[in-house]
Each structure stands twice: as C-alpha cells, then as structure tokens.
C-alpha cells in the first residue's frame, strides 16, 4: 500500500495543542514535535474497535502488549527485550521524571548534552537535582560529543545520572555504536548510570541505523535505563503511553514505586490498543515511507536554503523530523526570532534556547507534515529574512 503523506488534514479547532494554540486562523505552525499526518490505518481500526466495545474502565495490561514491543525491537533494531524489564507508564517524560526520582536525592546532579530536549531540564529541576551541561561540539553542519568535557563532568562524585538523547533532539544525530560505546565507557568509570530517552529511534534518515543504547553489551544494558515509545513515530502523544526498559530487578522496583508515587502509573486502553497496532507488519512499512517522506521535506529545505537562504546553514538530519537552522546571521536571538516571525509572517517555530544556552541563534522546525507546508513555511521564512538583512 501506499499512504499519501500529502493530504492535507485540518487540525484546527481539534483540541490540537499544536494549532489551536496559536491566536489567529492564518499561523502556519512547525513548532512543538508531533505531525501532521494522520496516523497509520491499523492503528485507527483498532482504535475504531476498541470505541465500538463501548466501555473504557480501568485498564489491564494484556500479554500481546509485551509481545508486540519484544517482536518490534527484535525484528526492527535487533535488540532482544524481556517481558520482566519492560515496565509501562503514561509518557517518556514522566518515565524519565521517575528515574530520576528513584536513583538521585535532593541535591545530586544530572549531565546532559545541550542543545538537548528543554524537558530534560524540567524533569531535573523538579526532582531536585542540578542540572550539568556538557555541550556538543559543533562541527560544520553536524555535532560531535566532547568527551573530555563529559568526562570531566561525570567525574563529580556527585553526578548519578547521564540523560543521553538517543537520536538527539534537535542536533539531528543518531549516534553510532562507536559514540555510544566511548559515552557509556565514559559513564562506566564513574559509575554514572545512563538513562537513555529513545523516543525517536524509528524516525531515522536513509543511511544512518538507530543502536540501542543497550543492546551494546551487558554492561551496557545493566547500567542503563531505556525510555521508549510508539508517540513520536506514529503520531500517538495524545493517547499516553510508554515503556521504560531496565534490567535490574532492585532498579525495577524503585522505578516503580516512584511511578506511583508521582501517580503515572495508570494507562489507558486506547494507548495500549494503539500501540499493539503499531508495532506490526502494516505499521513497519508505513513507517518505511514515513522516514522517505520526510527525508524528501529535508531534502527540499536543503536545496531552498542553498539556492535562497545560503546564509542559514542547517546542521545534517540523520535523525528524528527536526531541522536545526542556524540563524545567527539576523544578529537577533533566538527568543526574538521566534515572537518576530510570529507577529510579523505568521510562522510559529521554537527558539534555540528553548535546549539551552548553546541553542542561541537557532532555530527548530518541525518537518513532520505534508511538503505545500513546509514549501509555505520556508516562504513566509524567506520574506522575514528578505524584510530584516535589508534593514541592515
């Protein structure tokens, strides 16, 4: 079968926190990270079921679901998962929200790599903990890890955790097993735990393959907690659900007794369905064009840029639906990019610092909805820019 990733669904006035958040009927918005695309028909039909039956109670858990995430990620990623390291809960950022709380007390510290998912941030601070930056290197159009500088930080006695991004949102990497295996040897040494947000691991440019953090060796997969999910991928957020996978049993339990206590602990059985769906046959070849798709949405926006926005270099997308532009040409920051775009073109993006200081004079768009919106994004982009560099 082939989906038609160009069909235009109106979102307005859904409910949609994407578009009817925006004031006014004609912003075009390719800010916040869900899509435009409606999701793959198996999983609507099964949604469509699960309504017919007409009763929405308290949700159990069945086998097929713990079935269909170890056949997924054995067939799709080669990662071989037991059904007693899987455990569920209502979204990735709760799930790392309770890691945290489980491994850390008050006062301990956090490292991440900015620019890095601004949730991260939020998720430290309100556990108490102290957030560590080790920036990415930036090196022409893609980034690099500076292991020196993260080595440097783990060492701190009190640094417990690592929260990689894995692909990285928004830098646009996927990292190799290579990176993988020195940031985790780095970690190791310290005796630093990696907590692994691998939300985006389906979304993977053409050439490049997802590695899961811990399927890289025991060591790796015992000093390691994995968050994934079916939102991203499938276009799901809205219906609450994801897995953390870790492998030891003493872990287990403080993981789960901080998802309770933090009261994330209930699924519901739409997100569950869903997911079932989604981790099938129909769902792998969806989303096989999916990632062709959006590799043409980049590919248009590179050539747009190279032949009308030659001064807004944008870093190489090998992963995820989130074009990283580089927008410190306009001699503006970031936060004044975004609320100038806003009023004046009507385009909603989110601004660099959004990830933290090294996200200055960036800018993240979200690629993820059919090619006319993002050709009309990348115009009303090109008239703010024309307006500006000829004021200068």
């Known amino acids: 079968m082939k989906y038609n990733f160009d069909e235009l669904t109106d979102r307005r006035h859904t409910g949609s926190y994407k578009w009817d958040s925006a004031v006014g009927e004609d912003v075009l918005p390719m800010w916040v990270a869900d899509m435009d695309f409606q999701t793959v028909p198996v999983i609507i039909e099964a949604l469509q079921k699960r309504v017919a039956h007409g009763i929405f109670g308290y949700t159990k858990v069945p086998d097929t679901y713990y079935e269909a ?4 990620f054995s067939r799709q990623h080669g990662w071989s998962i037991d059904r007693e390291w899987i455990q569920y809960t209502i979204g990735v950022v709760p799930a790392l929200s309770a890691i945290i709380k489980a491994m ?3 006062g301990d510290k956090v490292v991440v790599q900015t620019p890095v998912y601004n949730c991260f941030f939020s998720s430290i601070r309100n556990n108490g903990c102290e957030i560590v930056t080790s920036p990415l290197l930036r090196e022409g159009d893609t980034y690099r890890v500076d292991y020196a500088d993260l080595e440097e930080k783990v060492s701190d006695p009190k640094v417990k955790l690592f929260l990689l991004c894995n692909p990285h949102n928004p830098a646009g990497r996927v990292w190799t097993p290579e990176e993988l295996r020195c940031m985790g040897e780095i970690c190791f040494r310290h005796d630093v735990f990696v907590v692994a947000d691998e939300i985006h691991c389906e979304l993977v440019m053409p050439g490049y393959v997802y590695t899961p953090f811990a399927s890289l060796g025991e060591k790796f997969l015992q000093h390691s907690a ?11 957020a809205g219906l609450q659900i994801a897995n953390i996978v870790l492998w030891s049993e003493e872990l287990r339990k403080k993981v ?7 009261e994330v602990c209930d699924v519901n059985p739409f997100g569950v369905a869903a997911l079932i769906a989604a981790y099938s046959e129909e769902g792998a070849e969806w989303l096989k ?8 949405n980049y590919q248009y926006m590179q050539h747009f840029c190279n032949e009308r926005l030659p001064q807004f270099p944008l870093i190489k997308l090998e992963g995820t639906y989130l074009a990283w532009m580089d927008c410190s040409v306009l001699a503006l920051n970031a936060e004044e990019i975004e609320t100038q775009l806003l009023d004046e073109e009507k385009l909603w993006l989110n601004a660099g610092t959004m990830y933290g200081e090294s ?3 960036f800018m993240r768009w979200n690629l993820a909805c059919p090619r006319s919106r993002v050709e009309e994004g990348l115009r009303r982009f090109s008239c703010f820019v024309e307006k500006k560099l000829k004021k200068d």
């Open 69 to 72: 995430i170890i056949r997924w």
């Open 104 to 106: 850390t007390c008050p």
């Open 226 to 236: 994995t968050c994934i999910s079916p939102s991203k991928a499938f276009n799901l």
């Open 256 to 262: 789960d007794r901080a998802i309770n206590i933090n």
């Open 289 to 296: 064009q999916l990632n062709a798709y959006i590799a043409g």
């Open 359 to 361: 996200g200055e004079g």
